[in-house]
């Protein structure tokens, strides 16, 4: 498991598994979907990404807010966070992902086995 600061699994993410599609019309749906949700212009290009604790990540895995307050605070991930429990940043981001999910092509794009 490749674990992030906000405990999300990377090698569940599409954006980590579209290296291993060679699929280019699942790399075109995957832009547009997730453009859709971040309400921005985003490219096929710019979907590749090594897990949120490498160099190479996706743009809005950069620096986010629950990876800075981590390094702040010096824990691994939110898990080890004695705040976890009732923190804002950490629960909004869960809501926001859960009413998401099915838009991010979350589980979806997967590693062929
Ligand atoms: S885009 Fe990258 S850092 Fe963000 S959840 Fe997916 S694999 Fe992890
Ligand atoms: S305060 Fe919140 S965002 Fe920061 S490490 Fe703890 S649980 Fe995570």
């Known amino acids: 498991m490749l674990q992030s600061y906000c405990g999300q699994n990377c090698e569940q993410c599409p954006v980590y598994n579209l290296k291993y599609i060679d699929k280019p019309k699942t790399g075109g749906l995957l832009a547009k979907n997730w453009s859709a949700v971040f309400k921005t212009k985003l490219t096929r290009k710019e979907f590749y ?10 743009v809005f895995c950069r620096d986010c807010e629950i990876e800075l307050c981590c390094i702040d605070k010096g824990v691994k991930n939110c898990a080890s966070c004695a705040k976890q429990k009732d923190c804002p940043t950490y629960i909004s981001f869960w809501e926001w992902f859960n009413n998401n999910k099915q838009n991010l092509m979350w589980d979806k794009v997967q590693k062929p086995s």
């Open 49 to 58: 990404c090594e897990g949120c604790k490498s160099q190479n990540r996706f």
